[in-house]
């Protein structure tokens, strides 16, 4: 026994030669508080891959691309795939097209899909008499439901497109706004509380070399920068979930068909703040659910000034 007591002694003190931050008590708790949440890390994200083993398949097989929505809304459809009668009724209804249209001009790449279901379930999105022209895909040749477009980074049509970001490597949109705003949330409280250990530790006095001290204050500032940005990044956003409206929709306002001539002030998709929220965070409808274009009636409606009465009766909520 006292033969082991003094070979885990000699163990002991191998190891704090080896390793002197380990031998002094107060760094070692700070070394196993960095081990601690970096192990926190790892639980976390491990029970998630753990609970729901088909995580990263499901990201791959379940995107939310037009082509997808359009094999949901097909497999929903009750009526005929073969019926003609129903591509003359969506080409009545928009006065855009002649019944001697045929499908293979509806896209060459409809992937087997019901061409005529598809086109009546997006056009009776948008308001009558609109060209079938100006909602069809010139890359991909298919019918863009309202709040679609274009990626040319993914080479696919996204269902209300925001952006593409190139960070995260995929198009924000529909499927992973939510999360994409969540991650922007836990960035920048990351990002923080990183700054006010760098502060604290600016502000104790630890670091005795200058050039040390530089390079701690040139990593504040970046560090800083990264913030602010996050920051802006997370307001913009937030702004932009209060109003159900994209980036693509803000910034491209006056090149999208469906929105000019609507004042800018006016929120065509907005249902109210607290219905906004509910639709973001909590929404069970899908990400294959789309929205049509409002009437001119409900513009008119949203285009009305605030009155005392619509602020007693939370018309913005």
Same mark, same amino acid.
């Given at each position: ?35 601690? %949440?970096? %192990? ?30 359009? +094999? ?14 129903? *591509?003359?009724?969506?080409?009545? +209804? ?24 598809? *086109? ?69 409280? %990351? ?17 005795? /070399?200058?050039?040390?001290? *530089?390079?701690?204050?040139? *990593? ?10 996050? %920051? ?21 306002? +006056? +090149? ?18 607290? &219905? ?10 899908? &990400? ?21 009465? /619509? ?7």
């Amino acid at each position: 026994m006292a033969a082991d007591g003094l070979h885990a002694t000699a163990l002991a003190e191998q190891c704090s030669r080896l390793f002197p931050c380990l031998a002094d008590r107060v760094r070692r708790s700070k070394w196993g508080l960095k081990v601690a %949440l970096v %192990l926190l890390h790892v639980i976390f994200v491990g029970v998630l891959f753990l609970l729901d083993a088909d995580l990263i398949r499901k990201t791959k097989e379940e995107p939310w691309y037009v082509v997808d929505a359009m +094999r949901v809304g097909n497999e929903m459809c009750t009526t005929s795939v073969n019926s003609p009668m129903l *591509l003359n009724q969506s080409i009545s +209804r928009n006065n855009s097209f002649t019944s001697s249209m045929n499908r293979n001009q509806l896209g060459r790449r409809n992937y087997g899909m019901n061409s005529s279901s598809w *086109l009546k379930l997006v056009m009776d999105l948008y308001p009558p008499g609109s060209s079938i022209r100006n909602w069809t895909c010139t890359y991909c040749n298919i019918i863009q439901p309202p709040r679609s477009k274009h990626c040319h980074d993914c080479d696919k049509c996204v269902l209300q497109f925001d952006h593409h970001c190139v960070w995260l490597g995929t198009c924000i949109g529909q499927g992973n706004h939510c999360r994409f705003w969540w991650y922007i949330f836990e960035e920048s409280i %990351l990002c923080t509380w990183t700054v006010v250990l760098y502060i604290d530790l600016l502000s104790s006095k630890i670091i005795k /070399d200058w050039w040390k001290e *530089l390079f701690v204050i040139v *990593l504040l500032a970046a560090l800083i920068f990264c913030l602010v940005f996050l %920051l802006l990044l997370l307001l913009f956003h937030s702004y932009l979930v209060l109003t159900n409206q994209t980036t693509y929709e803000l910034v491209r306002r +006056r +090149r999208i068909l469906y929105l000019r001539g609507i004042p800018e002030r006016v929120h065509p998709f907005s249902r109210g703040i607290c &219905k906004n929220l509910y639709v973001f965070c909590c929404s069970r409808d899908g &990400k294959y659910s789309m929205e049509a274009v409002p009437t001119m009636e409900e513009l008119e409606a949203k285009a009305r000034p605030y009155t005392c009465m /619509d602020i007693m009766s939370c018309r913005c909520c």
